[in-house]
């Protein structure tokens, strides 16, 4: 059973700039959330899809989007990067038949915005 | 926004039991209590999870308070494996199950 991957592992964008993240979620889930952890903090929910579709989103930003791909994959994209976007984004799978909800989180998209 | 509080860093000694506290006073009827715990450079894990009675399972138990406004993650017996930032989140069921994560607890066992 393959857990969940992300890529890249770490980036470097300047301010003003767009950047996609990818994540491929564990086999059998259907559910991906993502996650901005800023350095110390504990992580913040960015939003989840289900299915293809935006199911629930945190208090981000419009410039923050994702899509969710058939194969349950998925992208994080940033539109016009500030430097508080720097952060480990963190995106996790889960199988909402699981009763535990249990996420399965990636190592996570280090990015750094200079 | 669910809210959880813990306390920023706890130390234990190895092989000794180990009480991790988390308050959470706006939780609602349905929020579950999740603790997952982060080691350096990795995501974070899954604990254990509850709603009102006390769990167990291989890694920990957790205790919640009959009010549930508090809980306790206990690790019966730290390892050094065990260090590691734990974090007390609010997973609300009628919110699309989002979860809420604290700022977490650093755990440092001394051998």
């Known amino acids: 059973e393959t857990g969940v991957t992300q890529s890249p592992t770490h980036l470097i964008k300047t301010r003003g700039q767009q950047v996609t993240l990818r994540c491929s979620s564990q086999?059998?889930?259907?559910?991906v959330s993502w996650y901005q952890q800023a350095l110390g903090q504990g992580p913040q929910f960015i939003f989840q899809?289900?299915?293809?579709?935006?199911?629930g989103r945190g208090n981000f930003p419009p410039r923050f989007s994702g899509l969710q791909f058939p194969n349950y994959s998925s992208e994080l994209n940033v539109n016009a990067l500030e430097l508080d976007d720097s952060a480990l984004y963190l995106c996790?799978?889960?199988?909402?038949?699981?009763?535990?909800?249990?996420?399965?989180f990636g190592p996570g998209t280090r990015l750094t915005v200079t | 926004d669910a809210k959880t509080t813990q306390p920023n860093s706890m130390e234990s000694n190895e092989e000794e039991p180990v009480h991790l506290p988390c308050n959470h006073s706006?939780?609602?009827?349905?929020?579950?209590i999740h603790w997952y715990r982060q080691l350096p450079s990795q995501g974070p894990e899954y604990v254990i999870h509850?709603?009102?009675s006390n769990v167990n399972n291989r890694m920990a138990s957790l205790a919640i308070a009959e009010d549930r406004k508090s809980s306790t993650l206990i690790l019966h017996r730290a390892t050094l494996r065990d260090a590691a930032v734990y974090y007390c989140?609010?997973?609300?069921?009628?919110?699309?199950?989002?979860?809420?994560f604290g700022s977490g607890t650093k755990l440092n066992v001394k051998p």
């Open positions: 996790a799978s889960s199988n909402p038949r699981d009763g535990a909800y249990e996420q399965y």
């Open positions: 086999s059998g889930h259907n559910t």
């Open positions: 899809y289900y299915r293809e579709e935006e199911n």
């Open positions: 706006t939780i609602s009827g349905t929020d579950y």
């Open positions: 509850g709603l009102t």
């Open positions: 989140i609010l997973r609300q069921l009628y919110n699309f199950n989002k979860f809420y």
